[in-house]
Structure formats: structure tokens, C-alpha cells
């Protein structure tokens, strides 16, 4: 079974906003396969469905954002989900808004979902998707600006790296992930 979780914070008010990028690809796994998320467990809701052959279980942690990884060890914990099958998809500041990077490995990076993440699964080493959404202005509080909403263009933009990450995650679920990482870095 495969895991892909997408960060981000529950809530109305944190709909369309920058730390809420991860939550918008699994959302756009959950429509192009339809696998509503209608399940409520693990600190979050999820949803399954079957790709050639290969179940895949899509993850929206509920516990705000700095505290994922106990969503994320709950889960794996009942599925007995190995690190391997797991890639979590989440914002970065240090890319350019709409960028993704695929990586298999690294810090948190001063991600506090991510450092929920690796405290909790005891690694590092795991699938991940980094959509980038940039930085602000200089005279710009960071809180204030990762759960500020997109602006029309930037949203425009966000769309296309919300789609081409849905694509690289689905060509994860039949390929390995350094292939992938060499057909969308």
C-alpha cells in the first residue's frame, strides 16, 4: 500500500492558502481517481482506491500543521505502511511560487510540519514533494503570509504545481520514486 499525505491545516479559513498546498494535490487525487475522503481516522481523513493493482491511501492530517506526524505514525502504524511507500507533499518557502522538487531525503527545513513528521516516523529519509510558494516581502510577518491566501495569479500558478505534483504521484504508485524524481525535478 502506498501513503500520500498532504499538509496542511483543517478549517475554511485555511481553504486556497499557502501551507495548505499539500492538501490541494491529495485533493486533486481524490477527484481524479473518486476517492472521496469520507473516512475519519488516524488524526485526519483519508481515502482509498486501487491503481494497477496497487491500493493507495491519500491523507489529510486534521491536527494543524505542526503536529502531522502523529497523523502520519497512526496511519502507518495500521497499515503497517513502510517508509518507503510513503510521500508527503507540502509548501516550501525557499522554492519559487508554483516550483516543485522531489527529493528522497532532507531536513525539515524549518517546516514544522516536517519536523512533526521526522520526529514522529524517525527519519528523515522519506518521499517527499515540495511545492514551492516563495517568500514574502521583507516587512512581511511569515505566519501572516503562509496562512494568507493566494492571489489570483499566484493561484493560477499554483494550479499548474498542484497538478503536475498529482501527476508525479501518480506515476509514483507504479514506478519507482528516483524515476520519477528524474522525469519532474
Avoid at 483543517?10 to 472521496?36: C, D, M, W
Avoid at 517546516?111 to 514522529?120: F, R
Wanted: net charge positive.
Amino acid at each position: 500500500m502506498k501513503c500520500i499525505v498532504g499538509l496542511g491545516n483543517p478549517g475554511a479559513q485555511y481553504q486556497k492558502t499557502r501551507h495548505n498546498i499539500g492538501f490541494e494535490v491529495v485533493e486533486r487525487l481524490s477527484e481524479r481517481f473518486q476517492a472521496p475522503f469520507k473516512e475519519s481516522k488516524f488524526k485526519g481523513m483519508y481515502a482509498v482506491f486501487n491503481l494497477g493493482g496497487e491500493k493507495v491511501l491519500l491523507l489529510k492530517p486534521l491536527t494543524y500543521m505542526n503536529l502531522s506526524g502523529e497523523s502520519i505514525r497512526a496511519c502507518m502504524d495500521y497499515y503497517h505502511i513502510p517508509v518507503e511507500d510513503l510521500l508527503v507533499i507540502y509548501d516550501d518557502l525557499d522554492l519559487p511560487a508554483g516550483k516543485i522538487r522531489l527529493r528522497q531525503k532532507g531536513s525539515a527545513g524549518g517546516h514544522n510540519g516536517i519536523k512533526s513528521t521526522i520526529a514522529h516516523i524517525g527519519t528523515q529519509q522519506f518521499n517527499r514533494i515540495r511545492i514551492g510558494i516563495g517568500r514574502p516581502e521583507k516587512d512581511v510577518y511569515m505566519p501572516d503570509y503562509v496562512l494568507g491566501k493566494f492571489s489570483k495569479a499566484e493561484w493560477e500558478i499554483m494550479q499548474n504545481a498542484v497538478e503536475k505534483s498529482a501527476d508525479a504521484c501518480e506515476a509514483w504508485i507504479s514506478k519507482p520514486f528516483i524515476e520519477v524524481m528524474n522525469d519532474f525535478n
